[in-house]
């Protein structure tokens, strides 16, 4: 294992303020009120006029987006205090039942569809996490639905849905790079968008047998008592814990309390040596041992010695180190070279995706599959 590599934080983890923010929506309540004060001070919530009609939009606008999607858990954990910030949140809270709610039954509807139709298939994502893992379904924010099925079903599946009297619709731009994608968004004229996938990593896109290991330990799971599967435990906190792996200006941080919830969930007994395994499996050894470094160190989460010195002795190839670091490299907007370096960084991110990947099962080289593909992005995008 190459032990130069060091947690940047931001882009992929959390920045040292969305730590805090994180142990007050998950610590105990005594203890992470103290988090709480913290949080605001540093944000200089002091001052803010708890009365003032405009209170959540001054409250909310500097924020960024996944401390955006932390609040309800925030207050679902320390709505018991009296503080007027908590208590202000209540609407939001409550907001975030709703839009859940409804986010459920429209799900139920295509998850029913799929049953008529005798498609097999796995609920993925944040919506079996936040039902079964969660106190409470208004504590997680859902933006979306995530549906897992058979590579062999997707051409039919889309075929399905994208005509009457469903009529959902995929964008120009994954309609056009369907066939070097592992999943599309489906859009119902209801509103619900549907991540539908038959690989569950974009790396591994086409890569038929490699995500046999979750059909085959899938575990049985009723939403509004429509019949349906999701992963088992191990292999639902594995997603959670490489949710995160990829930069993003606004750090997709909510993993960490996905993780932590699953693991101090009375349910969870996680397989560590499978852990490990689905690590090696999908090259995210590199990424998998700092997240789990971060949930022991930050969050109290007891990651067994015998796993991280697993990992420690784990030896990666140079090519996966390349496109760990490629992946975890982001663009300043205000930067003056802002386009030409997130093309390079676009370019550096596919190359070594390519080589780690990709290389094995292309019938052609690396120069080839990029031009083709970006074409057919560009040309998307030109034709609508």
Wanted: proline residues 5%.
């Amino acid at each position: 294992m190459n032990d130069k590599i060091i947690v940047k934080k931001g882009g992929c983890f959390p920045t040292t303020t969305q730590i805090l923010l994180l142990k007050a929506a998950l610590f105990e309540p005594n203890e992470a009120i103290q988090y709480w004060h913290q949080w605001v001070l540093v944000n200089d919530y002091i001052e803010i006029d708890y009365n003032s009609p405009d209170f959540l939009p001054n409250f909310f606008d500097p924020l960024d987006v996944g401390s955006m999607n932390i609040m309800p858990l925030a207050y679902k954990n320390l709505g018991d205090f009296t503080e007027p910030v908590i208590q202000r949140l209540k609407g939001h809270y409550r907001k975030n039942w709703f839009d859940n709610t409804r986010l459920q039954n429209h799900t139920k509807q295509f998850i029913e569809i799929l049953n008529d139709n005798n498609i097999e298939h796995i609920l993925i994502g944040v919506l079996p996490i936040a039902l079964n893992f969660y106190a409470d379904i208004s504590a997680r924010t859902i933006p979306n639905v995530s549906v897992l099925i058979q590579p062999q079903h997707k051409k039919n599946v889309i075929e399905i849905f994208t005509n009457p009297p469903f009529s959902y619709r995929i964008s120009p731009l994954e309609q056009a790079t369907f066939n070097n994608l592992n999943a599309v968004h489906l859009y119902a004229p209801s509103g619900l968008c549907v991540h539908l996938h038959w690989n569950i990593f974009q790396e591994c896109a086409n890569m038929n047998e490699i995500d046999t290991i979750f059909w085959q330990k899938k575990q049985a799971f009723l939403l509004l008592e429509t019949s349906s599967k999701m992963l088992s435990i191990t292999h639902q906190f594995f997603l959670s814990l490489v949710a995160g792996r990829s930069y993003e200006a606004i750090p997709p941080f909510i993993w960490v309390a996905d993780c932590y919830q699953i693991f101090h969930s009375k349910q969870t007994q996680i397989n560590w040596d499978e852990l490990i395994s689905l690590a090696i499996r999908y090259k995210f050894v590199l990424f998998t041992r700092e997240a789990l470094l971060l949930l022991k160190n930050e969050f109290k989460i007891s990651i067994p010695d015998s796993c991280l010195n697993k990992f420690d002795s784990i030896e990666t190839s140079e090519l996966e180190l390349k496109y760990y670091q490629s992946i975890r490299k982001g663009v300043d907007r205000n930067d003056s070279l802002y386009i030409s370096k997130k093309i390079r960084n676009h370019a550096r991110k596919k190359y070594y995706m390519f080589q780690v990947y990709r290389r094995n099962i292309e019938n052609r080289p690396f120069l080839i599959w990029y031009f083709m593909l970006t074409f057919k992005s560009l040309w998307s995008r030109l034709k609508n």
